[in-house]
């Protein structure tokens, strides 16, 4: 008798430990109107093709302790922009970021620790574009404040092949490599809020 009794005390210790990390388990969404990301590769006779997205979005959720992050952030690729119609409709279309067939670019790095958005360093994750997903490792710089993400920004820049993601046209004319430059801040979740 005592050993069930013991047994279901321990049974109900760790479904209330279970309930406790998830109640504390914390959810921020990806600021679009405070965020930028962009995109700059070599053109014609060198000249310098730069463009940047008009939408992006995102969660970052933090565990009971706040020591990591999972991230995960989508850029819609139609919302390109850039100086010249011509250069945006080239890259919408299926030579580059294919936005009728691939819409979304996705990010995702799980258990960031907390330590590396404050000292900057190698964030390892994964890119999907075009449907093609490939690791990829975001330098982030060092913060400006102690809540990175929160009150200052997190600045990450990556340099990736653009032939890894089936981009293989004009490449004679157009650069291999792509550098990526991004800035994020969060917001709070209003689905978190709204739990609680």
């Known amino acids: 008798m005592r050993r069930r009794q013991h047994s279901k005390r321990a049974w109900i210790a760790i479904f209330l430990s279970l309930m406790t990390t998830a109640a504390h388990a914390t959810t921020w969404q990806v600021d679009g109107a405070q965020s930028t990301a962009q995109f700059a590769l070599r053109g014609p006779w060198l000249a310098q093709i730069e463009g ?3 939408h992006i979005d995102g969660r970052v959720t933090s565990q009971h302790d706040a020591t990591h992050y999972d991230v995960s952030i989508r850029i819609a690729a139609a919302s390109v922009l850039m100086r010249r119609d011509s250069y945006e409709n080239w890259a919408k279309s299926a030579e580059f970021f294919d936005v009728e067939r691939h819409p979304w ?3 995702e790095a799980l258990a960031v620790p907390h330590t590396l958005l404050l000292a900057g360093g190698e964030l390892h994750g994964a890119l999907q574009m075009r449907g093609i997903q490939r690791p990829v490792v975001l330098h982030l710089q060092a913060a400006d404040c102690a809540a990175p993400a929160r009150d200052c920004p997190v600045r ?4 990736i092949d653009r032939g890894d993601f089936g981009m293989q046209a004009r490449r004679v004319l157009i650069g291999e490599h792509v550098r990526l430059h991004f800035e994020f801040l969060l917001k709070p979740d209003a689905a978190h809020r709204e739990s609680k």
Not at 156 to 159: I, M, N, Y
């Open 52 to 54: 940047r997205f008009a």
């Open 105 to 107: 670019i996705e990010f």
């Open 156 to 159: 990450a820049t990556a340099k």
